[in-house]
């Protein structure tokens, strides 16, 4: 099937439903902000509306791009072998 | 401020993820108007005159990502049959990609849009065959993609584009390493589709390079992965490949046994142009199964269709198929007139050294009236590996 060139408001709000706890997890996991939390999922969900046609594993994407932008800088100490 | 509430439990995150999606949902239903809008401002623009393009691109209601991902669809559509509209269409993509509000649509979407359209413009310009501007294209996208934040489909396409262009460079091995990597990208996606599609890019690459076995193999994969009714002409493309590399490969019989599977998919969605290769590799197979007058027939259509569209290059490869026939044929008359017809095409290409010889040798023959199968078939072989 040829995946929809946009997605509904149902879409994002199903999507987002069934995602919330696992993105609250890893939120706090990483000490984020309610504030913080606001302007990262604003900005995911966004990216994931504009690439909606693009993408097939949207929770995975969602997931991922969480992580990425919440994960701790590694620093030269850790990095270290 | 800690997240981590005082009696050591998660925060609650509710009404962050309610304003969050509140928040989506003004913005998204801007975007969906302007996706409406988009296809009537694609009309005006296509409409205009190139000297008022510009004029309108300046207008604030062109500046709009739903126009831009039009334009690329359209580019996308014209790529196989009109290469010079597909470039034309990834040009004003590009525009209206650079002129993109990154306050209003966020620094990363504006960027990954331009990133997509240079990609675009630079795989139409390998089609239409201008590969060095496809290259600096290239550059380019790779450029705006990084200050995207690197998003993983812009790579795996923009991966993909450069594999094809090394491919049409003739750097079949750094094709197939670039294919790996999109490959890998839409594996992790579970995007069965796109691997589906890229399989069969990296199988060209390996027909290309000559390793046809893999090639056959790599065809058949992508095609058993592939959603035809999300992109159904990639299907006919496909299919195409694998007839021409199981003739290649010397097994004429399944050659021509998937091509009757493949007679009613042509017909129902090949391009005219789809149905002359059709007809090209069917007399082809024809011929090397000594069935001669058919061959003679397909090979005949063919040729004219691709002398209808001018299409000379094909036409005069198509030709030199069609004079190896009347030559097993002993129409003597006839190759002589086809050989005389095709060389000045073939003298006016950049080829190889080892093309040039027999092209000198096939000079030699058409001017002393000795033009042979064995001069032809000669010829033949240098020119495909030109």
């Not at chain 2, 401002?41 to 604030?60: C, I, Y």
């Not at chain 2, 990363?108 to 239409?128: K, S």
């Not at chain 2, 390793?211 to 065809?219: G, P, S, T, V, Y």
């Not at chain 2, 190759?335 to 092209?359: C, G, H, K, T, Y």
Request: hydrophobic share 40%; glycine share 6%.
């Amino acid at each position: 099937m040829c995946p929809q060139a946009r997605p509904s408001q149902e879409d994002l709000d199903r999507l987002m439903q069934r995602l919330r706890p696992r993105i609250a997890g890893l939120l706090a996991s990483r000490n984020v902000s309610p504030e913080e939390a606001e302007r990262l999922v604003g900005e995911a969900l966004i990216e994931i509306a504009f690439r909606w046609s693009r993408m097939h594993d949207r929770a995975g994407w969602l997931l991922k791009t969480l992580d990425k932008k919440t994960r701790p800088e590694t620093t030269e100490e850790e990095s270290a072998p | 401020m800690s997240p981590m509430r005082d009696d050591g439990r998660r925060p609650d995150y509710t009404p962050a993820f309610d304003r969050a999606e509140e928040g989506v949902r003004r913005r998204f239903a801007r975007h969906t108007e302007e996706l409406d809008a988009a296809a009537s401002l694609a009309v005006d623009l296509l409409a205009a005159p190139e000297a008022g393009r510009e004029e309108l691109l300046r207008q604030p209601r062109f500046r709009a990502l739903g126009l831009c991902d039009l334009l690329l669809e359209r580019c996308r559509e014209a790529w196989t049959e009109k290469p010079a509209r597909a470039v034309e269409l990834a040009v004003l993509a590009t525009e209206v990609a650079g002129r993109l509000d990154a306050a209003h649509y966020g620094a990363g979407i504006v960027e990954d849009a331009r990133a997509r359209t240079w990609g675009h413009l630079a795989n139409a310009c390998r089609i239409g065959s201008d590969l060095r501007r496809a290259e600096e294209a290239l550059a380019t996208a790779w450029e705006h993609h990084r200050k995207a934040g690197e998003d993983a489909y812009t790579e795996a396409e923009i991966l993909s584009f450069e594999g094809s262009l090394r491919n049409s460079q003739g750097q079949f091995e750094e094709a197939v390493r670039l294919f790996d990597r999109a490959l890998a990208i839409y594996r992790e996606g579970r995007d069965r589709h796109r691997e589906g599609r890229t399989l069969i890019k990296k199988g060209m690459a390996r027909g290309d390079g000559g390793r046809l076995k893999e090639a056959i193999r790599l065809l058949r994969r992508g095609l058993s992965a592939i959603d035809t009714a999300e992109e159904p002409r990639l299907e006919v493309v496909a299919r195409h490949n694998l007839i021409l590399y199981l003739h290649e490969s010397g097994d004429s019989r399944e050659a021509l046994a998937v091509l009757e599977r493949s007679r009613r998919l042509y017909e129902v969605l090949g391009e005219p142009l789809h149905r002359a290769r059709l007809r090209w590799v069917e007399g082809k197979i024809f011929r090397d199964l000594d069935r001669l007058e058919e061959a003679e027939v397909s090979l005949g259509e063919a040729r004219a269709a691709f002398l209808e569209r001018g299409i000379a290059f094909d036409a005069a490869l198509v030709s030199l198929d069609l004079a190896m026939v009347h030559a097993r044929r002993g129409n003597t008359g006839k190759v002589q007139r086809l050989a005389a017809e095709m060389l000045p095409i073939f003298e006016s290409r950049d080829v190889r050294s080892e093309a040039l010889a027999a092209l000198v040798l096939l000079r030699g023959a058409v001017d002393t009236e000795r033009v042979s199968l064995e001069i032809l078939e000669h010829l033949s072989g240098q020119l495909r590996r030109a």
